[in-house]
């Protein structure tokens, strides 16, 4: 019942990992340990349960449930209201997995609830003093190291809408693990509010550039490197892209899920099976 995760040395008895272990995706072992004598006739055994629990390091960094976020306000929005509230989830135990945020860059405008991820509003949105503006939050884990990453959110004012914008806010992709490199993930689409002719090129702002790379004039998510995708490793990637032309930008988030290939052989948790039987 060891799943593959431990051996034992059958003259010494230590019980070893016999694979690096993961406490979010099992965080404890229960198994039984064989204990026989050498007998040739009438052999003896004996059993003792073995409990192993699976303590937690911070392996994790948080994940974002939605980046980037859009937000479209009023002029007239009063100071101290939502706009909008970020999450970021740990899987990580106690402080390990406990979330704060922090505005990475400061704006004057806006604050955010260091607790709660609520971003309100500071001081009044003048369409005179306030241009469209991205914010970056930061989400941290209270580790020791801790561990970080970062998000976006969009703030347009209602009557400024920025002359770029996605089809979709969010894209969503299945590909298989193992998928040869070249082959196609998803392509995003930017247009212009008002075509002026201007071009409009992608950026990938974040996510994995080992495994995946952008065109910037297509918009097309590739697979760079076939051998880092692996569904036992990493199920879902998340990704945020840019498109900007020479006077705006917009971002848009996409969300990729590996499906899972029979690509792992059986594997004993023991090189060799011994036993004996009486003759006749």
């Not at 969503?172 to 998803?186: F, L, R």
């Not at 247009?191 to 952008?214: C, Q, V, W």
């Not at 899972?260 to 009486?278: K, Q």
Request: aromatic share 8%.
């Amino acid at each position: 019942d060891t799943q593959g995760a431990f051996t034992i040395n059958r003259t010494t008895g230590n019980i070893e990992t016999a694979k690096a272990l993961d406490r979010e995706f099992k965080h404890q072992y229960v198994f039984r340990a064989l204990a026989t004598d050498c007998s040739i006739y009438g052999q003896k055994s004996a059993t003792a349960k073995v409990i192993v629990h699976i303590d937690d390091v911070n392996d994790n960094e948080p994940i974002f449930a939605i980046n980037p976020i859009q937000v479209l306000v009023s002029p007239q929005i009063s100071v101290n209201t939502t706009i909008a509230t970020v999450y970021a989830s740990d899987p990580d135990l106690n402080l390990n997995g406990t979330v704060v945020y922090s505005l990475v860059k400061t704006d004057p405008h806006f604050y955010i609830n260091r607790e709660t991820g609520k971003i309100k509003v500071n001081k009044v949105l003048s369409s005179i003093t306030f241009t469209n503006t991205v914010l970056t939050v930061e989400a941290s884990d209270l580790g020791t190291p801790a561990k970080t990453s970062t998000g976006l959110v969009t703030v347009t004012l209602e009557g400024l809408e920025r002359d770029v914008y996605f089809l979709q806010s969010i894209y969503e992709a299945i590909i298989q693990e193992n998928s040869e490199p070249g082959s196609s993930v998803v392509t995003v689409e930017a247009r212009h509010h008002n075509p002026n002719g201007d071009a409009i090129f992608y950026s990938l702002i974040s996510g994995d550039k080992e495994t995946f790379m952008l065109n910037s004039d297509t918009g097309e998510l590739t697979v760079r490197e076939s051998l880092l995708l692996d569904a036992e490793a990493n199920k879902k990637i998340n990704f945020v892209i840019a498109a900007m032309s020479s006077t705006s930008v917009a971002y848009c988030g996409v969300s990729v899920l590996i499906q899972d290939e029979n690509d792992n052989v059986p594997v004993f948790d023991r090189d060799h099976h011994i036993t004996s039987v009486l003759e006749g």
